[in-house]
């Protein structure tokens, strides 16, 4: 799934034009809404998700969301919400977080410019590679909770276990 490419890492002042022609570059089904908006459709392991980026010059800032292709019942939003505190304490980049309204999962984080020259190509493609490293890991342990009544320790557990050896 890597977003990987070849191209100079020249920075560009609006970083919604690089996450174009990164998104364009691999094929993903995008729409540009305005000048400060794009949003993707990456088919992962697990489902499909929503890629998000929204620039807001006016504060210098790139806010990035990654939205998961589950709807999150009333009744589990606790227990996924203690999930999400427990994933987000192994995370160095970005955080998980539930839209309330849709009741979606997301990773996502911000990115402040204030004072530089802007993203570069490799940083754009870096997040994208961590957040849909980070979904397509943690996505199981979602399912575990939701729909197999697990804890949300055991959920973890469950998830990030490393195969060893092959079968």
Request: proline share 4%; aromatic share 12%; net charge negative.
């Amino acid at each position: 799934m890597a977003a990987t490419s070849f191209e100079t890492d020249a920075r560009v002042a609006n970083p919604v034009d690089l996450a174009e022609r990164i998104i364009a570059g691999n094929d993903w089904p995008f729409e540009r809404h305005d000048e400060g908006d794009v949003s993707a459709e990456v088919a992962g392991r697990w489902c499909v998700y929503q890629l998000w980026f929204c620039w807001r010059p006016e504060i210098n800032v790139l806010h990035f969301s990654c939205a998961f292709d589950m709807r999150i019942p009333a009744n589990k939003r606790g227990l996924i919400y203690r999930l999400m505190g427990l994933a987000n304490e192994r995370l160095w980049f970005g955080h998980f977080e539930l839209w309330s309204e849709e009741g979606l999962p997301v990773f996502r984080h911000a990115t402040l410019l204030r004072g530089t020259s802007g993203l570069c190509r490799s940083q754009v493609e870096d997040m994208i590679d961590v957040a849909l490293s980070e979904v397509e890991r943690y996505y199981p342990a979602f399912q575990h909770v939701v729909w197999g009544g697990k804890s949300p320790e055991e959920a973890l557990e469950l998830a990030l276990v490393e195969t060893l050896g092959e079968a």
